[in-house]
């Protein structure tokens, strides 16, 4: 009984260092940038990402995502068109900018060729939704100014001091 217990002891210790090394972000992200689903043979679909040993990988959809997890080697022979770039890791100190706790590694935005990682799904949602939606407070500040600058918006503007 006694050594069973230690033994169960030991399984445990293992598994929360796998557990906490699991949980390290990676220290360099290359996108792989495979325009074709190496599962499908389609298009990938924008979002539809896998970040796997360090490289991010497109997919069509979930279900192919989730086949890639199931044999990543024979899926990575198939990718025939990978246009691999790095990406920039925004928050290397492996902190959540939302949150400031830990972030996980899977869970994260590409956006601009940089990479974020959150410590939860609410805090990335949370972060992406300004990008997404401005405020309407910033409608006003994007008229164009007499110092020159433009506006960004030349449907409604009658044309920038600066020629834009
Ligand atoms: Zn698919």
Redesign the pocket.
């Known amino acids: 009984m006694v050594r069973r217990y230690s033994l169960f002891t030991l399984l445990a210790i293992l598994a929360g260092c796998l557990a906490a090394f699991a949980q390290a972000l990676p220290e360099k992200v290359i996108d792989v940038g495979n325009a074709t ?1 190496p ?2 043979g ?1 298009k990938v679909a924008e979002g539809v990402v896998l970040l796997h040993e360090g490289k991010l990988y497109h ?3 979930p ?2 995502l989730e086949t890639f997890q199931k044999d990543p080697a024979a899926a990575i022979a198939k990718i025939k068109d990978a246009k691999e770039t790095p990406l920039t890791l925004t928050n290397v100190d492996g902190k959540c900018p939302v949150t400031g706790e830990a972030a996980k590694p899977d869970i994260f935005v590409v956006r601009d060729g940089k990479i974020t990682f959150y410590s939860s799904v609410e805090a990335k949602e949370k972060d992406a939704a300004p990008a997404a939606a401005p405020a309407p407070a910033d409608q006003g500040s994007a008229a164009p100014t007499s110092e020159g600058e433009t506006c960004g918006d030349c449907s409604t503007c009658s044309g920038c001091p600066s020629g834009h």
């Open positions: 689903c599962i499908s389609e997919f069509c959809c279900a192919c």
